[in-house]
T-cell receptor, first 114, second 111 residues
Framework: EPEVTQTPSHQVTQMGQEVILRCVPISNHLYFYWYRQILGQKVEFLVS????????KSEIFDDQFSVERPDGSNFTLKIRSTKLEDSAMYFC????????????FGPGTRLTVT | SQQGEEDPQALSIQEGENATMNCSYK?????LQWYRQNSGRGLVHLIL???NEREKHSGRLRVTLDTSKKSSSLLITASRAADTASYFC???????????WGAGTKLIIKP
């Protein structure tokens, strides 16, 4: 069964460093999402992406964040200058079309900022 | 912004019993979804119920939706140890497609 994959599974970085989290959505999906979950807290929407552009973003998704689909398979989340409060699980999700609504999630990347 | 809130925050029951979790939200929705998350793992979609539906079944899962009360419930019948996980509700609004999540219910099934 097709699945969303994410790499790395765990990333440790120092405050102020740039990180890139990678996702490979399901191959025929068109809509892509990033969410984050700070330990013990709710899952929070960050951004959605369709047709090579951002379609929605939350207040969390400020200028420090960017997303890119550099080729036909990868979908990346970049944090330019990490802060301690960026430590969280980051989940990528995809769906075939918006009206299907059901999103398929990757296993997540645990980001630890020290 | 709309927000799902689950209760209880934690639920511990014996294997074989039924588990009921509730979710409330604040604004109008297009649909409401339930997801499961095993400890430290990814989110798995369980079931989706649309705003014009009142009840939906999938295997041992039964979901209800009361749009007048802005609430939903997830019932897991004949629980198993493997059902131990956190369960989240998430809503999709009328004008966007992002999922807005509740805080989750941590379910523990005791063998």
């Amino acid at each position: 069964e097709p699945e969303v994959t994410q790499t790395p599974s765990h990333q440790v970085t120092q405050m102020g460093q740039e990180v890139i989290l990678r996702c490979v959505p399901i191959s025929n999906h068109l809509y892509f999402y990033w969410y984050r979950q700070i330990l013990g807290q709710k899952v929070e929407f960050l951004v959605s992406f369709y047709n090579n552009e951002i379609s929605e973003k939350s207040e969390i998704f400020d200028d420090q964040f960017s997303v890119e689909r550099p080729d036909g398979s990868n979908f990346t989340l970049k944090i330019r200058s990490t802060k301690l409060e960026d430590s969280a699980m980051y989940f990528c999700a995809s769906t075939g079309h918006q009206l299907s609504y059901e999103q398929y999630f990757g296993p997540g990347t645990r980001l630890t900022v020290t | 912004s709309q927000q799902g809130e689950e209760d209880p925050q934690a639920l511990s029951i014996q294997e074989g019993e039924n588990a009921t979790m509730n979710c409330s939200y604040k604004t109008s929705i297009n649909n409401l979804q339930w997801y499961r998350q095993n400890s430290g793992r990814g989110l798995v979609h369980l079931i989706l119920i649309r705003s014009n539906e009142r009840e939906k079944h999938s295997g041992r899962l039964r979901v209800t939706l009361d749009t007048s009360k802005k609430s939903s419930s997830l019932l897991i019948t004949a629980s198993r140890a493997a059902d131990t996980a956190s369960y989240f509700c998430a809503t999709v609004g009328d004008s966007n497609y992002q999922l807005i999540w509740g805080a989750g219910t941590k379910l523990i099934i005791k063998p």
